[in-house]
């Protein structure tokens, strides 16, 4: 059975917000505690004092790690964010086919000049994001695919990295949790070496993009 001390942590360290606010000792421990006790006492199959839960909240915050200093900056110029509108993303079950549809749509997006199209294959699944104008492309490709999902109307929002912050711990949850924090849903991200795309709905994009523009460094 879990000990109170365990299962504390277990809560705080899913949520982010806890975390760094236990972290920073921003948080009201006897508050925290007060609001736990239900959910560890069900937890715990057995009645939970305060007093012990916001002695285990304690040693916690006494173990986190000392909160970084400052924001972390994603880009070193002005510029490095970019937007994409107008998207389409359809979701599709892998197949024995999915690489030949995929090589059929790249091929037949090539001559579209600037529209956008990327591929993604997960384990079950595969991803495809693109402009609207070549959604009728998509739609011709995969008839025989078995669609799982499709949202429209979406917008990506690109973020240059600089490489020399790539193997910086928590670059990614800068990211989000001031996307959190700010009610902004992601529909999807994207990744690679050097570039980070997020995907919301089209009415989000202001709010995502004037939160994103504070962690370029102009």
Not at 20 to 46: C, F, H, M, V, Y
Not at 118 to 147: A, H, K, P, W, Y
Not at 148 to 160: G, H, S
Request: aromatic share 6%.
């Amino acid at each position: 059975m879990q000990s109170i001390s365990t299962k504390v942590e277990q809560i705080v360290t899913e949520s982010a917000f806890l975390t760094e606010g236990l972290g920073r000792g921003l948080i009201n421990l006897s508050e925290l505690a007060r609001q736990l006790q239900p959910q560890i006492e069900t937890d715990l199959w057995k009645p939970v004092g305060q007093a012990a839960v916001v002695m285990a909240l304690r040693r916690l915050s006494e173990r986190l790690p000392a909160p970084q200093r400052g924001d972390i900056v994603l880009g070193q110029r002005s510029g490095e964010l970019t937007t994409r509108t107008d998207l389409t993303v359809f979701t599709y079950r892998y197949s024995e086919r999915s690489q030949d549809c995929q090589r059929q749509l790249l091929a037949l997006a090539a001559p579209q000049r600037g529209a956008f199209v990327t591929v993604t294959r997960g384990v079950n699944e595969v991803m495809v994001i693109c402009s609207r104008s070549l959604t009728g492309v998509v739609d011709e490709v995969f008839s025989d695919e078995r669609q799982l999902a499709r949202l429209e109307r979406l917008t990506a929002v690109t973020l240059q990295l600089d490489p020399a912050k790539a193997g910086t711990p928590g670059i990614y949850h800068a990211i989000l949790k001031k996307l959190a924090w700010d009610k902004i849903n992601l529909v999807n991200m994207i990744c690679t070496y050097t570039e980070l795309t997020i995907l919301l709905e089209q009415s989000q994009t202001g709010a995502a993009f004037s939160v994103l523009s504070q962690l370029v460094e102009h």
